[in-house]
Every structure is written in C-alpha cells, then in structure tokens.
C-alpha cells in the first residue's frame, strides 16, 4: 500500500487509515481487534482515534474507543503504528467529558493528552488533533457563518505554545487540525512561523462525492500551508455504498441505528447525486464504495483516507480500494454529475 510522508515529521502514513469511531459502541472488542488486524495485514499502518468516541457520545463510553486501540496497540511493534487522536474542544454539549471542555488551553489539552496516553498505553501520540476549532465555525452540518453565535477563544499562539511543549516533551510527534476553515488554516501556520514554533502538518475535513466544499478555498490553503488533508466520511455516512438508496433502511446499518448522523446530507440534490454515482459505479463495474473511495484518493490534496467500518466484508471492499485507479474518462462523469448537483458545504 503506498505511503506518504506525514508533515516533516519523519513519519510515512498509509493512503489508508481505519477511522475507529465504531469500537466500543457498533463493534465489540473483538471485533475491532479483528479489524485493526486485518488492516494492518494489508499494509495499513494509520489509525484514527479521538478521546470523544465511540459515538454517539455518551458518559458511559467515553474513552472506550481508545481503550480497545490501546489493547491492541500493546500487542504490536510501537514504531510501526502512526497513531492520531483528538481532543475535544468546547461548544458542544459534553459535560462528561473532563467536567465540561471550556477551551482548547493549557489545562485541558494537558490533561486530554494525559487521559488519551493512559487509554492507548503509550507514552506518545503521532499526531495530535484538535477535533474541532477552540472559536465558534459552522460545523457538523451548518452552513453558514453567523457573527452572534462567536465566542471568546484560547489565542491560536497560547494553543500552538502547548502542543510545542508537547512536543519537546516527546509525549506528540506532530500537530493537525480537524473540521478546520482556510482561516484557521492560514492563522496557525502564520502564528507558529511567527513565533518558531512547530506547525500544523494535517487536517481532517469531511470529503467525499457530495461533500467536496474542500476542493474550494481549503485546498488553497492546505497548499500554501503545505498541510495534507486527511479525509474523513469519504462515504458519506455509507450512502455512497448504495444501502440506502431509494430511501431504504437496511437493519443495524449506522443511519438506521442513529438516524441524526444522517442530518447533514438531508439537503436538496444529496439523493440523486447519490444514484447517479451508484450507477456511474456499477455502470464501470465498481462497487459504489470502491468508487467513492478511488476517487478521495485521487485528490492531490488527500494525504489518507480515513475509512470505517461495521463488518469485515465492509472493510475488505474498503481496503480493495487501493487497487483501482479511475481512468480519465471516469473521473470526467464524476465531475459531470458534480456540476448538475453541485454540493452544499457540509
């Protein structure tokens, strides 16, 4: 499986990364040790974790995730797994979580690593991500700034100042952000060469078929802050896959277990631009998903894709992926179906 170097950290991460939000709460320990297993056999060697997961978030799973990473993570050669994880940020309602993040500060991000290390029983992080910005942004389905939802925020330097005394420290290898703007972009590669300090080297926004808002003002600013994209639901919450088109609700599947995961694609043009991929897919003899992802990795901006998954035989079409290069021709329809069903931002 290709790699691509991560940042100037030294580190090589596969074009694939198993996303883990699932262990803990869709997947028991067994079965994510069989996954983690799988795609290691296959030459992953990223995996994406955060201290919030499993989700949907609850108190009584909190940190679960990490946990069965961790376990499993004790049982394999350290220096030939890049680990990421995040830390959660303030705004959204998670009381639990370390009595109620109230920023991204010194307090919080210390005592977020020290719990993710305990968790993943290991003395460092890979990459550390912030899970969503300190300061107010539109997220997670939103789609439009609004100046009186802002709120006070860490200072982006006095962020960047911890992380760098994390750094030195050796308990991170490496910064990234997550759900991030071309603002916050541009502001903390301006604040950390301002200030020498280490810089940020990956962001993890949602990109996919019918979410590609990246490819506007984001991918200018992941190139002049040379920070790689690592994609996230690049299946669109599995509507790519094909499950549940023309309004079906295939049993245990993740949106008709928790159907609010499903709310940011509810917008006008979603669902026929999700038939007309299954059928371009099908019409190329792909599975929807491996076209789906064949066309995220195709990105020159895409530094790994971040997949998941609930079953094995999920994971394997996943990781089948890789094998499939789409030829001009394919790409071409793509960008065809785009452009009659242009993506809101999501």
Same mark, same amino acid.
């Given at each position: 499986?290709?790699?691509?170097?991560?940042?100037?950290?030294?580190?090589?991460?596969?074009?694939?990364?198993?996303?883990?939000?699932? #262990?803990?709460?869709?997947?028991?320990?067994?079965?994510?040790?069989?996954?983690?297993?799988?795609?290691?056999?296959?030459?992953?060697?990223?995996?994406?974790?955060?201290?919030?997961?499993?989700?949907?978030?609850?108190?009584?799973?909190?940190?679960?995730?990490?946990?069965?990473?961790?376990?499993?993570?004790?049982?394999?050669?350290?220096?030939?797994?890049?680990?990421?994880?995040?830390?959660?940020?303030?705004?959204?309602?998670?009381?639990?979580?370390?009595?109620?993040?109230?920023?991204?500060?010194?307090?919080?991000?210390?005592?977020?690593?020290?719990?993710?290390?305990?968790?993943?029983?290991?003395? &460092?992080?890979?990459?550390?991500?912030? &899970?969503?910005?300190?300061?107010?942004?539109? +997220?997670?389905? !939103?789609?439009?700034?609004?100046?009186?939802?802002?709120?006070?925020?860490?200072?982006?330097?006095?962020?960047?100042?911890?992380?760098?005394?994390?750094?030195?420290?050796?308990?991170?290898?490496?910064?990234?952000?997550? =759900?991030?703007?071309?603002?916050?972009?541009?502001?903390?590669? &301006?604040?950390?060469?301002?200030?020498?300090?280490?810089?940020?080297?990956?962001?993890?926004?949602?990109?996919?078929?019918?979410?590609?808002?990246?490819?506007?003002?984001?991918?200018?600013?992941?190139?002049?802050? =040379?920070?790689?994209?690592?994609?996230?639901?690049?299946?669109?919450?599995?509507?790519?896959?094909?499950?549940?088109? *023309?309004?079906?609700?295939?049993?245990?599947?993740?949106?008709?277990?928790?159907?609010?995961?499903?709310?940011?694609?509810?917008?006008?043009?979603?669902?026929? !631009?999700?038939?007309?991929?299954?059928?371009?897919?099908?019409?190329?003899?792909?599975?929807?998903?491996?076209?789906?992802? +064949?066309?995220?990795?195709? *990105?020159? #901006?895409?530094?790994?894709?971040?997949?998941?998954?609930? &079953?094995?035989?999920?994971?394997?079409?996943?990781?089948?992926?890789?094998?499939?290069?789409?030829?001009?021709?394919?790409?071409?329809?793509?960008?065809?179906?785009?452009?009659?069903?242009?993506?809101?931002?999501?």
């Amino acid at each position: 499986m290709k790699r691509t170097p991560l940042g100037d950290t030294g580190l090589s991460v596969s074009e694939i990364c198993l996303g883990t939000m699932t #262990f803990g709460q869709q997947n028991s320990l067994a079965e994510a040790h069989e996954q983690l297993d799988l795609a290691f056999e296959r030459g992953v060697n990223f995996v994406d974790a955060a201290e919030m997961y499993p989700v949907p978030t609850r108190p009584e799973t909190y940190g679960r995730t990490e946990t069965i990473v961790g376990a499993w993570l004790a049982k394999r050669p350290r220096d030939r797994v890049v680990i990421a994880t995040k830390i959660a940020g303030a705004g959204r309602n998670l009381e639990w979580v370390r009595g109620g993040p109230k920023a991204v500060d010194r307090r919080n991000i210390e005592e977020a690593l020290e719990g993710s290390l305990r968790r993943l029983a290991t003395d &460092h992080v890979d990459l550390y991500q912030i &899970h969503w910005p300190d300061r107010y942004v539109p +997220a997670f389905g !939103a789609s439009f700034f609004d100046p009186a939802e802002d709120r006070a925020f860490t200072p982006i330097l006095e962020q960047l100042s911890v992380f760098a005394d994390l750094v030195k420290a050796g308990k991170i290898r490496a910064l990234g952000l997550s =759900n991030e703007t071309p603002w916050g972009l541009a502001s903390f590669g &301006h604040a950390a060469r301002q200030a020498g300090l280490p810089g940020v080297v990956t962001v993890q926004n949602a990109y996919n078929l019918i979410n590609r808002a990246f490819d506007f003002y984001p991918a200018e600013a992941a190139h002049r802050e =040379n920070v790689g994209l690592l994609a996230y639901s690049p299946l669109a919450f599995g509507l790519l896959t094909g499950k549940y088109a *023309r309004g079906t609700s295939p049993p245990g599947a993740r949106l008709t277990a928790f159907p609010q995961f499903g709310l940011r694609y509810r917008k006008p043009a979603v669902n026929a !631009a999700v038939d007309a991929y299954v059928d371009l897919a099908r019409s190329r003899g792909l599975a929807p998903a491996v076209l789906a992802l +064949a066309f995220v990795r195709s *990105r020159w #901006f895409v530094t790994s894709t971040i997949i998941g998954a609930t &079953h094995r035989s999920q994971l394997e079409e996943n990781l089948s992926s890789v094998e499939v290069t789409l030829d001009a021709d394919t790409l071409g329809a793509i960008d065809e179906i785009h452009a009659r069903s242009p993506s809101p931002a999501l």
